[in-house]
């Protein structure tokens, strides 16, 4: 039969014998054969979940990486001036930890994070995060950006799956871990130079869901201890679905194991950064804090690199959904509280105004 559409080439294999009578979809030539399912490439030695019991009754903390990971995604990367509207946004909208930069990258990230510094722009109850790789002069860049900021979160990443160890970094286990070890203590050694600053610490295993995750723990619980973390000054593991390779669930699975097995889990906040290749990372995000994240990282409309990161404007109108307060505020102009008689239009112009707002600080 002759159609518009020629070119594609209609699946016409023989109907599984399988196949119940109300379903008549024939096998395609799609190359399906060159991928290995999730399962093949990472296991969760994770038992009796509790995950799926559980229900999310308080918001976590929202971290925004529009500034950094967003950023980088842009094809007009933002100035200093935009950044600053971008900023100020997000504190007007209450969020209390952001992501302001990636320092060591580039002078344009330097300068942000130092027009922050040095114009006391930034609110007594905020704390920013900047973002560094495991290499020593890049940790010395990074330093040298937050000088004189009140709060600091210092967030070191390193590529930890397998394919990223033998193709990229060509290192073994022992090797890289090796490696983060000596980046954390350098950390640590500049921190102690400034004895009145206010510094945490983070970790990023990056590609953790296709990290083994035995490996994962062994890196997390030593550099928690490396850091001396304590419940009043907790460290900060970030597990990161960097490239999403398998349904929530598997994610949720993974951070149970973790939110389990972490040494000082009073000392440690759990926190996660979806990605959207699959179009799930929505459903990561809310499973991961089932299953024990307290902390997730995404951006307000879910821009960021290949298919974006989470969308953490969703995240939260989910919960306000659900009755819970998302403790971040979508009213613009003093809009008075959502009473029972008024219905989601209100809202969803809020929200509408909201995202004007951050696309006019672009």
Known sequence: ?????????????????????????????MPHHRYRPAHERVEVPLTERTWPFRRVDRAPLWVPVDLRDGNQALAEPMDTPRKGRMFDLLVAMGFKEIEVGYPSSGQADFD?????????AVPGDVTVVVFTPARRELIDRTFASIEGLPRTVVHLYTATAP?????VLGRDRAALHGLIREAAAHMAKLAGGRPGADLRFQFSPEVFNLTEPDFVLEVCNGLTELWDASPDRPVIHNLPATVEIATPNVYADQIEYMHRHLDHRDAVVLSVHPHNDRGTGVACAELAMLAGAQRVEGCLSG???RTGNVDLVTLALNLHAQGVDPVIDFRIGGTTHWGAGQDASALTASVRAVLSAVNRSR
Do not use: I, K
């Not at 942000?112 to 006391?120: N, P």
């Open 112 to 120: 942000f994070v130092r027009h922050l510094a040095e114009d006391d």
């Open 163 to 167: 394919t990223w160890r033998n193709v």
């Open 303 to 305: 821009n960021g690199e």
């Open 1 to 29: 039969m002759t159609t518009a559409f020629s070119r594609l080439r209609t699946p016409c294999g023989p109907v599984p014998a399988d196949a119940p009578a109300w379903n008549r979809q024939r096998p395609s030539a």
